[in-house]
């Protein structure tokens, strides 16, 4: 989150004087219909006919999505060994199995890798646009037309990004985007699915509110009801979030103009290489991303004075080497529930080691990221500037 204050603050306190937390109610009662509204709001702006605002994160946006893609046991659906774990535990929570690819130097998903991935068993792909940096959309689309699979994208750091001029979240079958703490809008905790495929978005409806229960449309819903779990969002999320998203535009603004004035000061200077990139003017600008040939380069550079910059390697569960749980294949103590012991799974492919993925390793070690901060005032920008030229020997 970049940016938060009174306005969220005035919207909460009326959600709250309406004493109506819960996001279905009557408008009559004096009900807000944050929720409802912040729904609407998203899909607009995403430019998507449906959105599914939850609680549960974009962890539970992903779930939502794959189960209105059909995706379960028997399946394999291919993620990019560079994303939070998140990614790879949906595939799981819906009886799944993620096969692992490789990133390219752009820190997307490889497509070359996926291609090679792919095999009867593939049902879907999830690119993810991580640091708001956009994939490959339109050669990921190609290969899922060529082999039939879903795309399910994962646009949860990259809030109102796009790629050639459409916003992420809609190149796929389904898009889910995360408001937690440290994305480019927050609530705290949430998320939200987007679609334009309306036995989607009522799967992903249907599931998120355990049985619907609560819910006053089904009635005109083509699919029959069937039980889910609990990820309804509060009007206290939808009131700060209609707030965060009048923010949006300004923070992208914001980023992308630092990350220009970096391109223009730094580009064809001696010794440095900025990522590549599937869309520069999409990319939302949350980092600018240098890249070296070694990783003792990138390390001398990261810790550089002034420079605070982190490699990709160094963030834990972004690195599919450290999502040991999955890598060790542990789901709970009850081996049953457990998709990597299930019979429809087990000829898919499960074997990950900590090196299968040799390309994404040497990629994230000499790639070094600066975090933006679209509140930089020009001199604070100029500064950091001058802190990667020393560093560079400029
Ligand atoms: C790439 C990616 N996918 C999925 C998620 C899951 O989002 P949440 O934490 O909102 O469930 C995250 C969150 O950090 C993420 O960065």
């Known amino acids: 989150m970049y940016r938060i204050g009174k306005e969220e603050v005035k919207e909460i306190e009326k959600v709250i004087e309406s004493k109506k937390l819960f996001r279905v109610g009557d408008p ?26 939850m609680s549960g994160g ?11 893609l059909e995706i379960g046991p028997g399946d394999e659906v291919i993620v990019p060994g560079y994303t939070f774990m998140a990614t790879a535990i949906a595939v799981l929570a819906v009886g799944a199995i993620p096969v692992i690819a490789e990133v390219d130097e752009t820190l997307t998903i490889d497509t070359e890798n996926i291609k090679k991935k792919i095999t009867p068993q593939t049902k879907a792909v999830i690119p993810v646009h991580m640091v708001g940096l956009p994939s490959n959309m339109s050669e990921i689309i190609d290969i899922a037309k060529k082999h039939n699979l879903k795309i399910m994208e994962d646009c949860c750091q990259a809030d109102g990004g796009s790629y050639k001029n459409k916003r992420l979240g809609r190149w796929g079958n389904a898009g889910a985007f995360s408001f937690n703490d440290f994305k480019i809008l927050s609530c705290g905790e949430g998320g939200a699915l987007v679609t334009d495929n309306k036995k989607i978005y009522e799967r992903a409806l249907i599931y998120h509110d355990s049985g619907t229960t609560f819910w006053p449309y089904t009635e005109k819903f083509s699919e029959p009801i069937f039980i889910g779990q609990q990820f309804r969002a509060s009007e206290i999320m939808g009131a700060i979030l209609r707030i965060q998203l009048q923010r949006l535009d300004g ?8 990350k220009k ?38 390390r001398k550079f990261a810790v550089a004075e002034g420079v605070g910059g982190w490699l990709p390697i160094d963030t834990g569960r972004h690195m599919y080497f450290n999502w040991e749980p999955i890598l060790e294949k542990r789901m709970g103590p009850n081996k049953a529930l457990n998709p990597f012991y299930f019979p429809e799974n087990k000829n898919l492919r499960t074997a990950y080691t900590k090196d299968m993925c040799p390309k994404t390793t040497d990629i994230t070690s000499r790639t070094v990221f600066i975090s933006s901060n679209p509140d930089w005032t020009d001199q604070q920008i100029k500064d950091k500037i001058l802190f990667c030229k020393k560093a560079l020997g400029i």
């Open 28 to 53: 009559k009662t004096g009900h807000q219909q944050e929720v409802n509204r912040f729904e609407k709001e998203w899909a607009e702006k995403i430019g998507s006919k449906f959105a599914l605002c």
């Open 58 to 68: 974009g962890t539970a946006a992903l779930i939502c999505g794959l189960v209105g």
């Open 251 to 258: 923070i992208l603004t914001d980023l992308r103009k630092i």
């Open 261 to 298: 004035i970096f391109y223009n000061e730094l580009s064809g200077k001696p010794g440095v290489k900025f990522a590549k990139s599937n869309d520069i003017d999409g990319d939302c600008g949350v980092v600018v991303a240098f890249q070296f040939d070694n990783e003792k380069d990138a």
